[in-house]
């Protein structure tokens, strides 16, 4: 079945210092989706990337969707501690409505 | 935005009660909602897809007749956890598909189950 991995596992960081997640799909996907999950909290939508080579920014936040549209990053730059957290990619198949999780990046920070 | 609302928010039980988790999208919509569990630590595991009006398209390894889910109305999908045992204790958390209908997820707050 299609499978959704995501290194690393956990980062840790100083303040002020960038940060990136990679995503990888078994399978070509439909879009991808990444959330960020505050500890204890609920995942929280942040983008969605659908075209082949597309990048989309959001302030300190630069998500890319790879030109096969197999893999995607995420890559915070200068880290704040309000960037806690742990993110998750997620993608969809063509035609499917389900998600496929990768299994996150915790992200800690020194400040 | 979207919003999801889950109830109870936790709830301890003891073993061999059921317990009943309601996911309700407040202001559209919802013909199709999810429904994830995750331990401590670790991602989402989907457990099921709801949809109005008909069964839900449950994924592999996970029993029907244990997670019962109910999908009765446009608003409302819950997941009915029968007979709980200590290993069902974890975090449940439902998502429906926003009112844009383009895929994009909106979770609700989550349910910690605690079963003793």
């Known amino acids: 079945g299609q499978q959704v991995m995501q290194i690393p596992q956990y980062q840790h960081v100083q303040e002020g210092e960038d940060f990136t997640t990679y995503c990888n799909s078994s399978t070509t996907l439909s879009n991808i989706q990444w959330y960020k999950q505050r500890p204890g909290g609920h995942p929280v939508f942040l983008i969605q990337?659908?075209?082949?080579?597309e990048v989309k920014k959001q302030k300190r936040l630069t998500f890319q969707f790879g030109e096969a549209k197999k893999n995607s990053s995420l890559h915070i730059t200068a880290t704040q501690t309000t960037d806690v957290g742990t993110y998750f990619c997620a993608g969809t198949r063509e035609g499917a409505q389900k998600l496929v999780f990768g299994q996150g990046t915790r992200l800690t920070i020194n400040p | 935005g979207a919003v999801v609302s889950q109830h109870p928010s936790r709830v301890i039980c003891k073993s061999g009660t059921s317990v009943k988790i309601e996911c309700r999208s407040l202001d559209f919509q919802a013909t199709t909602m999810f429904w994830y569990r995750q331990f401590p630590k670790k991602s989402l595991m989907l457990m099921a897809t709801?949809?109005?009006?008909?069964?839900?398209?449950?994924e592999q390894g996970v029993e029907k007749d244990k997670f019962l889910i109910n999908h009765a109305s446009l608003t409302l999908s819950t997941l009915t956890v029968t007979s709980a045992h200590p290993e069902d204790s974890s975090f449940y958390i439902c998502s429906a598909i926003g009112p844009s209908g383009q895929e994009t997820q909106y979770f609700g707050p989550g349910t910690r189950l605690l079963v003793l």
């Open positions: 709801s949809n109005e009006g008909s069964k839900a398209t449950y």
């Open positions: 990337l659908v075209k082949s080579g």
